[in-house]
C-alpha cells in the first residue's frame, strides 16, 4: 500500500509539470508545422530527440537505483532496460496506439530499435555509464535528467506523431486528442521508468529518496493547509 500510494503522490506531482510540458511542446510543434511543411524535418528532430530521451532517461534510472545498491552491473542493466523499453513505449507505441484510436490517417509504425538499434542502444549505454560518477558526486544526481526527460519526451513523441502521420491534421483536427495521448505517454512511463523501475529492482529496500522525490511542494503544502 506505500508503494503504490507513493507511486499515486508521485503522478500527482508530476501531472501539472506534464501538461505544462505538452502544452508548449504542441506549441512549439504548431509553430513548425505551419512555417516548414516539408516531412522531412519532423523525422528528423524525432530521430534528435529520441535517443537524446533514451540518454536522459538512462541517467535517472540508473542514478535512482546505483545510489541505494552500489552494484554496477544492476545498475546499468535497469537503466539501460528502463529507458531503451519504456521510453520506446512512451516515444513510439502509445503515440502510435492513440493515433490509431482516433483514426488518424497515414499513421506508420516507426520501430527505431528494429531499423536503426544503434541509435537507440548507444545513448542508453552512454547515459547508464554517465550515471554512475554523477550518483557518487552529486547528491542528487537524478533530479535534472529526470526533469529534462519529461520535456524531451513531450517533444520527442509529438515529432513522432508529426514525422509518421499527417502533421497539418495533428494541429487543426485533433489538438486536444493530441495533447491527451501525448500527456498519457509522457506521464505514465516517465514516472515509471525514472522511479518505479529502479525501486522495485531494489526488492523492496526500504530507500531515501531525493528531496524532491520524497516531500514534493505540492504535499507540502497540502499538509500545511490541513494543520
Avoid at 15 to 25: I, S, V
Avoid at 202 to 217: A, I, N, Q, V
Amino acid at each position: 500500500m506505500n508503494g503504490l500510494r507513493h507511486i499515486a503522490m508521485e503522478l500527482a506531482y508530476h501531472a501539472p509539470f506534464t501538461a505544462l510540458g505538452t502544452m508548449l511542446g504542441l506549441a512549439f510543434v504548431t509553430l513548425i508545422v505551419l512555417n516548414v511543411p516539408a516531412t522531412e524535418i519532423y523525422e528528423g528532430l524525432f530521430h534528435t530527440l529520441h535517443p537524446l530521451h533514451m540518454f536522459l532517461s538512462a541517467i535517472a534510472t540508473t542514478a535512482v537505483y546505483f545510489r541505494h545498491r552500489r552494484t554496477l552491473l544492476g545498475a546499468i542493466t535497469v537503466g539501460v532496460i528502463g529507458s531503451v523499453g519504456i521510453c520506446s513505449i512512451s516515444d513510439i507505441f502509445l503515440p502510435y496506439l492513440g493515433g490509431a484510436l482516433l483514426g488518424v490517417k497515414e499513421l506508420e509504425l516507426h520501430i527505431c530499435l528494429l531499423k536503426h538499434p544503434w541509435l537507440v542502444l548507444a545513448p542508453a549505454f552512454l547515459g547508464a555509464f554517465v550515471a554512475l560518477p554523477l550518483t557518487v558526486k552529486t547528491e542528487n544526481s537524478s533530479l535534472l535528467p529526470h526533469g529534462g526527460h519529461v520535456m524531451v519526451s513531450v517533444l520527442a513523441s509529438l515529432t513522432y506523431l508529426a514525422a509518421f502521420s499527417n502533421p497539418v491534421a495533428l494541429i487543426s483536427f485533433y489538438m486536444p486528442q493530441t495533447f491527451t495521448i501525448v500527456f498519457l505517454a509522457v506521464l505514465l512511463p516517465c514516472c515509471t521508468s525514472d522511479i518505479v523501475l529502479p525501486v522495485a529492482a531494489l526488492h523492496g529496500c526500504l530507500c531515501e529518496h531525493d528531496e524532491h522525490f520524497k516531500r514534493p511542494l505540492l504535499f507540502k503544502v497540502l499538509r500545511r493547509n490541513r494543520a
